[in-house]
């Protein structure tokens, strides 16, 4: 039973969410303001956060600040859609994955068990990755489509790599090219573009309508693997 | 030639005694002839020639010099011709008759020709005056907005009139507003520091024109009824304004007053026109919206008290779906408020797309994704030009474009559709196109399908409120490109999105 810290100032939301939630094996604690939420994280130690931006007496970015100064906790930021920037920024600020309002619970629980999962890791390691027709061996570094190897050069393996170990969960450009290239390559998006259309073609069966490696547009990139 | 009069410099004496040299040598010159002529003529017939003088003198002289002029022609004919000569005294009766007439004539002729020729000079002057007021007026009715007007006018002040002047409106609440003048920079050090505020608050409270007594001038601008400013007009002390000069700057006022008039009534027509059409538009927004949130709010409720009313374990068919219908009711609602919510951004002009350079292809497949919407067995082929093209926008926005394109091509096509993407470059542009096989729209309907709420007659009977498209047409313009449609050949609609490549450096 994970305890989850539901922060969202409206009722009807944490009421569902309560529902769905303690159905599937979470418990569930509300707060509907950052004074509150901050309170009962303090209190709780939950396992996960669910994070509204919404809300009335704070910013989000501070909030997931005080958060991440007391642990790591996952956090998923919840928020209304058009706002890219701040979304990018909260990424990059710690957060594990947004989902935009309004959301089906089934995806918010596939979400949730991705962050939880990468919190306690489990090795991608000593068997193959397979979604459809690919399969992908991290310790060979080796793929394959539909049975035949794809050859992918050291930056496109680097990449794909984090991809695969994050699977699931958002990753933001900023992510990829800080820890591919370095911190100085951050902001630039035309490389990592440029190589993420390269690995479209060695593992999409339909490069251009990938169904693996989703683009998140403004914001990242996404490998669609259930593991 | 100057509209006014100068101003007498000092004293009255430079305007009166104009013209005394050339009297002096007339008469000098009459008297030196009457010497030359008296043997042959007599000592009468001078006296004409001294008329002619004293006649022709106006032309040049002021009036009085003219009648001093009269006064001393007499004597001197006296004096130097009639006998006895060099005395004052007459000796005939006839003679004393004779100097009367003289003096009489010569005083009432000079009298009479400088009263003609002043008011000679003075119609020439209204003529010039009559002319310049023409041509202002012909002016002013041409030239449109009120800050062209004010210039305009300031311009013929100073250039026709060296006149330096300023207009101050009313604010929005009826009352002058005295702190700057319509034209001037806010921070401009005020160039007419001889205004008082006190005169021209005067002035536009009794609605009548107010002097300072060194010639400035305050004219309330408008009818009796609405003043709508005031002019303030500084004649720097230089020049003489008065009588018909001051009646020449009142009609110069009327005439501001009412090209500012008709400038503010159309400023004013504008915006209740803008007003009235946003109007029109919310209202239409208002029955369309609430529409088409009834529409899905229906199937939820139905379908979700249908479901409260069977029990959990009957008939699990209808179960899924009642619950599918109410997550397709959903899907619908959060799209409306989306495209509501983007149309909103795009009227408040507050988009700033983000450009970067991006994948066509992955940006119509995160569209595609994103859409989550049923193809059915309808498909979608990528050019080969757009397979690796690039193109400069923002991703974000982009893709809501492509998956209102989508949306559009899956509710408007029969099954089996096919959508055709193609991308050329064409003069600095990336043109998108996309091509469907469908019915197309009416060649009359093809101006209008960007329109916010138009909704084709193919339409009507389907869901949505005439938002997508114009949307689209919102963002892209946006980016700096244009969008439009037109049908393709043997029927089926054709898009093109017209998206500026950056510029290389």
New interface residues.
Partial sequence: MTPVLVIDDDLQIRKLLRLYLEKNGFTVFEADSCAEGLRQFTGLKPGLVLLDLGLPDGDGREMLKAIRDRGDTPVIVVSVRDAEADIMDLLDAGADDYIIKPFGVGELVSRMNVALRHHTPKAVWGHPVQVGMLEIHMDSREVFRAGIEERLTPTEWSILEILVRNAGKIITRNQILREVWGPSMAQEYNNLRVYINQIRKKIEEEPSVPKVLITEPGVGYRLKLEL | MPLWRRRPGKGVKRGLATGIPFALSALGAVTALGFLAQPALGYRSISILYLWAIISLPFVSSRAVVIASALISALLWNFLFIPPRLTFSIASLEDILMFLAFFLAAFVGGFLTSRLKEKESALSLRERRMAFLYGFTKAIARVRGVEAVVGLAQNYLMEHLRLSSAIFLCDGEGRLDTSLAVGEAPDFEPRHSAFEEGLALRCFQAKESVADGNDRFYYPLGSQETVVGLLFVDGKGALSIRGESRELLATLADNIALALERELLAAENERNKMAGESARLSKILLNHVSHELRTPLTTIKGAVSGLLDIGSDEDPQLRSALLNETLIA?NRL?ALV?DL??MS?LEAGRLQP?I????L??????A??ALGMDLSDRT?K?GDM???YEIEA???L??QVFRNVLRNFAAYTPDRSALLIDVETKSGFSSISFSDNGPGVRARELPLLFDTFFRGEAGAAKQGCGLGLSICKGIVEAHGGSIEAGNVEGGGLLLVLHLPRKVEL
């Fill in positions: 959903a959060n989306e919510l983007a951004r983000r970067e350079t991006a994948y292809s992955e940006l119509l497949g995160a595609q994704l979608i990528l757009a397979k690796e923002d991703p974000s982009i893709v």
